[in-house]
């Protein structure tokens, strides 16, 4: 059983286009969360959701939304992508929003803007 | 505001030596403090965290850390390094004040040579 999976895994597209990256928990937590990590590997987180409300906004591209149909997923769609979106997005959820509480990751996207 | 330093990007070690992966932060308020770990391909995995209990924290796969107010740190330890320790790993903090969120640090790779 995947705690927190992530669909497509690998998304390869052309400058321009939008797409989407969906994320599902099946832990029961009420907080789910959208990293980035670059080619650096630095993480920095871009959304946090609590129980489908928008807790976290960081300064992001407004081509990027974030959506949360219910308590377990958090989707994110990007419009009119650009070369400097490629990197990873990882999907993250912990149990309350609390940031000393643990959070649990997804396998990541790994997105690729040709 | 809050921060995370992590000195260097790689450090090789042989397999059996001590493993020692350092962490220093900055953070104005009494912070919260983690080790992640990342395996090639994979999202990240929570290793030990310190939330103010013990300032010595056991964590998984034989790894501890212990939090020095003093010196703001929270160096990674573990006695015996192995090949499947081979990985990235992240330091990061938050603290409990509004608006908080987890702020890694630039990540560290770990090698392990046979």
């Known amino acids: 059983d995947t705690a927190v999976s992530q669909t497509p895994k690998y998304l390869v597209t052309q400058m321009g286009n939008d797409k989407s990256i969906k994320c599902e928990q099946n832990?029961?937590?009420?907080?789910m969360y959208w990293y980035k990590q670059d080619s650096k590997k630095f993480l920095k987180i871009m959304f946090s959701?609590?129980?489908?409300?928008?807790?976290i906004n960081e300064t992001v591209p407004n081509r990027f939304s974030p959506k949360s149909p219910d308590k377990a997923h958090l989707n994110l769609h990007i419009n009119s992508l650009e070369l400097g979106d490629s990197a990873v997005y990882f999907c993250a959820s912990s149990q309350i929003a609390v940031t000393r509480e643990t959070q649990y990751f997804g396998p990541g996207t790994r997105l690729l803007v040709l | 505001a809050q921060s995370v330093t992590q000195l260097g990007s790689h450090v090789s070690v042989s397999e059996g030596a001590l493993v020692l992966l350092r962490c220093n932060y900055s953070s104005s308020v009494p912070p919260y403090l983690f080790w992640y770990v990342q395996y090639p391909n994979q999202g990240l995995q929570l290793l030990l965290k310190?939330?103010?209990?013990?300032?010595l924290v056991k964590g998984i796969n034989g790894f501890e850390a212990e939090f020095k107010k003093s010196e703001t740190s929270f160096h990674l330890t573990k006695p015996s390094a192995h090949m499947r320790d081979a990985a990235e790993y992240f330091c990061a903090v938050t603290h409990t004040g509004a608006n908080s969120k987890l702020t890694f640090g630039k990540g560290i790779t770990l090698s392990v040579r046979p």
């Open positions: 310190y939330t103010s209990a013990a300032t």
């Open positions: 832990l029961g937590h009420d907080t």
């Open positions: 959701y609590n129980n489908k409300e928008l807790i």
